[in-house]
């Protein structure tokens, strides 16, 4: 039930894009995304509610095909702060309590 | 706003011995949630209250993991006794809409 991140690590340099999958085998609510910087707590960034919802956080975007059961996270001219371990959290459709079941994160490194 | 707020920072125990963490949530924040997070890993949610009641402990360990959440504020956490493979990071949070707002956590080491 643990919704599947791809890719695990991404290196890039700063200003290139990268794309973040999450995909779950259960129907699904809401997507959540949040970033967790190297001995940090992890930070909120965006909830995707509807089908085909784009939401956007600065230069990072995402989608969510309800479809699909499948969100996207966009990062858009990376800058070195957006180093860190990027989390997806899905809640199903037919969760009877708000809980959000995460994924095994993908580690996005940003070199100068 | 002060955050979340979690003790101790860190913690190194025996196992088989008793450990216990304690949490406080933003105020007015109705829904607290404990997290596990093992090192390489995403959190996984290990209880959930809404107020002082339970609403989701499917993946607590209950023959050595208890939670409570006095007068629907802050929570503690025990384990008893504490085995090797619960060494990890206890993550506490809490959220007044969508958004989860997280401690910095307490680190267990089991030796």
């Known amino acids: 039930q643990q919704p599947v991140q791809s890719p695990q690590a991404v290196i890039l340099r700063e200003g290139e894009d990268a794309v973040i999958n999450c995909s779950s085998s259960?129907?699904?609510?809401?997507v959540h995304w949040y970033r967790q910087k190297h001995g940090e707590a992890p930070v909120f960034l965006m909830i995707l509610l509807k089908g085909g919802e784009q939401k956007g956080h600065e230069k990072i975007s995402a989608s969510f095909n309800e479809k699909k059961q499948q969100s996207s996270l966009y990062l858009t001219a990376s800058q070195l702060s957006y180093s860190g371990t990027y989390f997806c959290g899905t809640e199903g459709r037919y969760s009877s309590a708000s809980k959000i079941i995460f994924g095994s994160g993908t580690r996005l490194s940003i070199r100068p | 706003e002060a955050g979340v707020a979690q003790s101790p920072r860190y913690k190194i125990i025996e196992k088989r011995q008793s450990v216990a963490f304690w949490c406080n949530p933003i105020s007015g924040h109705a829904t607290l949630y404990w997290y596990q997070q093992i090192l390489g890993q995403g959190p996984k949610l290990l209880i959930q209250f809404q107020n002082n009641g339970v609403v989701d402990d499917s993946q607590l360990p209950k023959d050595r993991f208890s939670a409570e959440r006095l007068k629907g504020v802050d929570s503690t956490l025990k384990i008893q006794p504490a085995k090797l493979e619960d060494s990890a990071v206890y993550l506490c949070?809490?959220?007044?809409?969508?958004?989860?707002?997280f401690g910095p956590g307490t680190r267990l080491t089991v030796l």
């Open positions: 259960k129907a699904l609510y809401s």
């Open positions: 949070a809490s959220s007044f809409g969508y958004e989860q707002f």
